[in-house]
């Protein structure tokens, strides 16, 4: 599975937009894009995957790049609550397994 | 997605004992589960892959013997730390995969085991 990167924090406005980048140089054609966060003390949460395609849901925006080797996890409008570790992980899907890297604490502030 | 709990979500033992961690998905029938463990200030590590019906795939360094893992029935897998000690104090999550087409897992919400 290809290897991710990311910044290892990362500061954010209340009510602004959290643009959470990830490189994923590596990654081959079937692999997708995953991301997860995990708030102090609890288990990871997931919030969006994509291949190639732009993704958004109730929750965020996934913007791949046209070339695949990096990622934007889009919070359009982060709350205090949405304060965690944001993890980007790269499979696909010949393993089932999801490795963790160390992820981007993103922080809140008020 | 999945619901997913786990209990205990603390539980302290003596050194020496063997603790029972339950995992349930809620409402999905999963036939595989994960088992994680994160110790604090670390990122989440694999531990096993928990298939129903079947023996548990673990991950290279992580002793069988010790983390023992059932899979009985679609909705409940089970991790026992046997024989627990100070070291094995950490954070345990389970996921479940519910969809075999991609790798989205849906995690519980922790067991936090210390052992003293």
């Known amino acids: 599975d290809a290897k991710t990167t990311q910044p290892t924090s990362m500061d954010c406005a209340e009510g602004r937009a959290a643009n959470l980048p990830c490189n994923h140089s590596?990654?081959?054609?079937?692999?997708?894009v995953y991301w997860y966060r995990q708030i102090h003390s609890q288990g990871p949460q997931y919030i969006i995957h994509?291949?190639?395609n732009n993704e958004t849901n109730e929750m965020a925006s996934l913007i791949i790049t046209e070339d695949r080797k990096s990622s934007t996890l889009i919070l359009p409008h982060a709350t205090l609550r949405d304060t965690a570790v944001y993890y980007c992980?790269?499979?696909?899907?010949?393993?089932?397994?999801?490795?963790f890297g160390t992820g981007t604490l993103l922080a809140v502030q008020p | 997605g999945a619901v997913v709990s786990q209990h205990p979500s603390r539980v302290i033992c003596k050194s020496g004992t063997s603790v029972k961690i339950e995992c349930r998905s809620l409402?999905?029938?999963?036939?595989?589960m994960f088992w994680y463990r994160q110790f604090p200030k670390q990122s989440l590590m694999l531990m096993a892959t928990?298939?129903?019906?079947?023996?548990?795939?673990?991950e290279q360094g992580v002793e069988k013997d010790k983390f023992l893992i059932n899979h009985a029935s679609l909705t409940l897998s089970t991790l026992t730390v046997t024989s627990a000690h100070p070291e094995d104090s950490s954070f345990y999550i389970c996921?479940?995969?519910?969809?075999?087409?991609?790798?989205?897992?849906?995690f519980g919400p922790g067991t936090r085991l210390t052992v003293l």
């Open positions: 590596t990654i081959s054609g079937n692999e997708y």
């Open positions: 409402d999905f029938q999963a036939t595989t």
């Open positions: 992980i790269v499979d696909g899907g010949a393993t089932n397994k999801l490795i």
């Open positions: 994509g291949l190639k």
């Open positions: 928990s298939n129903e019906g079947s023996k548990a795939t673990y």
């Open positions: 996921s479940v995969q519910e969809d075999r087409s991609t790798d989205t897992q849906y």
